[in-house]
Structure formats: structure tokens, C-alpha cells
């Protein structure tokens, strides 16, 4: 009897499991359900680019009802809990049963819990990004502001790569000078978190480009009716224009659930395959699991972990070879009309705890990488809904 895959998710971790999934099982070996509450997949790299004008929301998203057909079903439905004892996913509508769970479903980005987020613009959803594109459009000048609200955001590097794009966007306008922009984020400095192998040179080429920076401080707080951001010490700093990562938190029915969460509520699997240490029928990946095994929230690290789940579930099903976890990263970082191509190892920092930082070192600045940039967002959508 056909097996029964349930993913939670169209993004990058569900959509590329199931393209992979596709590709390897036959209509008569499985029946695919694929659950997303916007149903759609975006390639979110490229919300910052839609944020400035340079991109259409048609180019980086795509309807995932466009997936439907064969044995593949999509569900536009939100997951409220999941039943590992009986195999079962709960919707605000219905009731999925399964053979194999895959999570994919990224972190929840709410606004109601951080005090004054409401008066600040991001570029962590497609729908903020463009409601910031039409105050980017109309911004005659003044501070900008960029940080994060938590420790957990998406793609880390953002807050610089946005500082970055916009001293090129204001550049080419011929007003600069009337614009500062500044970068605070609680890490000492410019991605810290990549090690000197990409901090130092981002910290250059910041100063080159005249971005500021207050670093080592976290935000606590925004005070809306004097426009002004507020950190640790009572540092304060005033904008016309903030951007800022709103607060990411684990989904409910993960937090909630004693089998799918760890223990800091974020969800609970493992290095190898990607299972529930549980339920081997239940796999998590992407940006959900992204806490858990300290590491940032990437797009790249959501599609090599779904190589290898979607893998592990081909191996029970068909006998197909199980791909071991690809422990690298690479990533293009946008600095204007150009970018640079980062490129990470990450197998010590994920396997030894008292590893800082992954090894990574950058080539670049140079236009070829951001015309990859283009060319991986083409990619990536094609990759999981081919000329559909
Ligand atoms: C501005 C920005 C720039 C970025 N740049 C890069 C980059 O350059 N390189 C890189 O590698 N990564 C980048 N990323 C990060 C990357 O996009 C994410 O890490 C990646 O999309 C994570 O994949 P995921 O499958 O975990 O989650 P997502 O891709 O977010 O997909 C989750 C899906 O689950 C659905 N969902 C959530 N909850 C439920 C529920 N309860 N029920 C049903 N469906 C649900 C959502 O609707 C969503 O479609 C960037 C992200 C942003 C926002």
C-alpha cells in the first residue's frame, strides 16, 4: 500500500523535500500532502530586494497549488497540533494521517511581543517588505535604523546586507549625504557570528561605505511617540525609518508539544537524519531546528538537511541511497550592484560545543555574485515547481 508523507510547509525545507521526494517515489509508492498556511513558497533572499524596488513579488513567489497532481496534494490549512503517538496532524480544518512527517514550517514572526515593534518596518515578510518599499520610495532623508529584536532571526547577515543595498540605493539617487544609516545589533561586532573570516572584512567595508554601527547592545524596546530605539544602559537612538527583525518564536504546535520540542522549545531532532529522537517517523528541519542546533537560519542549511531527510524516508521506502548531511554552507551577500560569495564549514561548530564560530572566508566584492544572486532565486523556485 502506498505510504503516506504528510510535510508541513512549502518553503525552503518542505518544498525541497518534496521536489526530492518527487523525483525519487512513484505515484503508486506514496501519497504526498503538503500543508502550508499562506500556501505559497517565496524565495525570502529576495524580499530585501522587493523592499528597494528591484524585484516583483510575481518573480520570487509562487502559488504551491501550481504542486497539486500525480500523488501530490495541497492543503492551504494552518497545523495547530501534531498526535506522534497516533500519526495524526490536526488543522484549523481537518485531520492528516500519516507514515511520515516532515516539519518544515520556519518560526513564527509575531509583532505583538516586543514593546513599540509595531511603529518599526522589516523585511522578514513579504508583506513588510512591501509596506517598506513604499517609504523607501518616498524617504527625502534622515536617520535609518536597522536591528534585530531577538537573538533568532532570519539569515543573519540581513541587518548588513539591507545597510549595505540601501547606501547603493540612496547612492545612486544622489542623496547619501542626506541619509545615516546605522546598524545596532547586541554582537560585538559586524557578523561576529561568522568569525573573522567574514567579520573583518564586513567590518572594512562598512566603514568604506560610511554605515554606523552600535554594537554589543541589545534592543530593548522601541518608543514610538519620540521615534527612538532603545537599548541596554539606556542607550537611545533616534531614526525616521526603522528596520527591524521582529521577534521569531517557535510554532505553538511544536513549543507545545512535549515529543517534538527540546529543550528550549524549538524543535527537537537529530545530526544525522533528522529524526525525532522519539518518533523515527517524525523529521524536522530548517529554520525550526535552527536554535536547537545552534546554527543561523538559513535557506541553504534548510535544503541540505532536506536532502537528507527526504533521503532517510526514500532508503525505508525503496531502498534509495541515503545522502549523508551536507555540513557546508555557502551563501551570496548583496552589497549593492554587486555581492560576495561566503562560503562556510560548518562540521566543527555543530558537532563541538565549545566551537565559537564556523570556518568561513568570502571572495568578492564583485557584480558576478550578485548576478547569482538572481540566478539561484530562478533556481530555487524551478528546482521545486520545474516550468509549472
Ligand atoms: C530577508 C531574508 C533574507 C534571507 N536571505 C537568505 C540568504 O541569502 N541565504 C539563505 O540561505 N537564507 C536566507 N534567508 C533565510 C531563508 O529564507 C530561510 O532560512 C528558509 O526559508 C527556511 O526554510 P524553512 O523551510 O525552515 O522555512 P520557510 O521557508 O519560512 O517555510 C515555512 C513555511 O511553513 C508555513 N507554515 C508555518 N507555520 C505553519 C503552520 N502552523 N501550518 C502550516 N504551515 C505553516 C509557512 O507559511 C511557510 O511557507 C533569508 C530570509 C529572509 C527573511
Redesign the pocket.
Known amino acids: 500500500m502506498a505510504k503516506k508523507i504528510v510535510i508541513?510547509?512549502?518553503?525552503?525545507?518542505?518544498?525541497i523535500s518534496l521536489s526530492k521526494l518527487r523525483r525519487v517515489l512513484k505515484d503508486e509508492d506514496v501519497d504526498i500532502t503538503i500543508?502550508?498556511?499562506?500556501?505559497?513558497?517565496?524565495?525570502?533572499?529576495?524580499?530585501?530586494f522587493l523592499s528597494i524596488g528591484q524585484k516583483r513579488v510575481k518573480d520570487l513567489s509562487r502559488d504551491f497549488n501550481l504542486l497539486n497532481g500525480g500523488h501530490v496534494k495541497t492543503v492551504k490549512?494552518?497545523?495547530?497540533s501534531v498526535d506522534a503517538q497516533n500519526r495524526i496532524v490536526n488543522?484549523l480544518k481537518g485531520k492528516y494521517s500519516y507514515d511520515y512527517l516532515i516539519m518544515?514550517?520556519?518560526?513564527?514572526i509575531k509583532k505583538d511581543s516586543f514593546e513599540g515593534i509595531e511603529a518599526t518596518d522589516s523585511?522578514?515578510?513579504l508583506e513588510d517588505?512591501l509596506k517598506l518599499r513604499a517609504k523607501i520610495k518616498e524617504f527625502n532623508g534622515g536617520k535609518i535604523l536597522i536591528s534585530v529584536s531577538s537573538q533568532w532571526y532570519?539569515?543573519p547577515?540581513?541587518p548588513w546586507?539591507?545597510a549595505l543595498l540601501l547606501d547603493d540605493y540612496f547612492r545612486k539617487k544622489n542623496m547619501r549625504d542626506k541619509v545615516e544609516i546605522t546598524v545596532a545589533h547586541p554582537v560585538s561586532k559586524p557578523m561576529e557570528m561568522y568569525g573573522p573570516g567574514l567579520s573583518d572584512p564586513f567590518a572594512k567595508m562598512l566603514e568604506k561605505r560610511s554605515i554606523g554601527g552600535l554594537y554589543g547592545k541589545k534592543l530593548l524596546g522601541i518608543d514610538a511617540s519620540k521615534k527612538e530605539a532603545v537599548f541596554e544602559d539606556d542607550d537611545r537612538l533616534r531614526f525616521d525609518l526603522s528596520i527591524v527583525a521582529p521577534p521569531h518564536s517557535p510554532?505553538s504546535?511544536i513549543k507545545d508539544n512535549e515529543y517534538l520540542r527540546s529543550k528550549n522549545g524549538w524543535a527537537s531532532t537529530n545530526l544525522k537524519d533528522f529524526r525525532n529522537p522519539k518518533y523515527d517517523d517524525i523529521f524536522a528541519?530548517?529554520?525550526?531546528i535552527?536554535p536547537t542546533i545552534q546554527i543561523g537560519?538559513?535557506?541553504?542549511?534548510?535544503?541540505f538537511q532536506?536532502d537528507t531527510a527526504s533521503s532517510a524516508i526514500a532508503e525505508d521506502i525503496i531502498g534509495y541511497p541515503f545522502i549523508d548531511y551536507n555540513k557546508n554552507?555557502v551563501?551570496?551577500?548583496a552589497t549593492g550592484s554587486s555581492g560576495v560569495f561566503s562560503y562556510c564549514d560548518l562540521s566543527a561548530k555543530l558537532t563541538d560545543p565549545s566551537v565559537k564560530f564556523p570556518e568561513c572566508r568570502m571572495i568578492g566584492n564583485d557584480p558576478l555574485f550578485r548576478f547569482a544572486?538572481d540566478l539561484y532565486e530562478v533556481n530555487f523556485l524551478s528546482s521545486i515547481y520545474g516550468n509549472r
Open positions: 508541513i510547509g512549502a518553503g525552503a525545507g518542505g518544498g500543508i502550508d498556511k499562506l500556501g505559497r513558497t517565496d524565495f525570502q533572499p529576495s524580499y530585501i490549512d494552518e497545523v495547530v488543522t518544515s514550517p520556519g518560526p513564527d523585511v522578514w515578510t517588505s532570519k539569515c547577515p540581513v546586507e539591507m510554532p504546535f528541519i530548517g529554520d525550526v535552527a537560519m538559513a535557506g541553504v542549511l534548510a535544503h532536506a554552507a551563501c551570496i551577500i544572486h
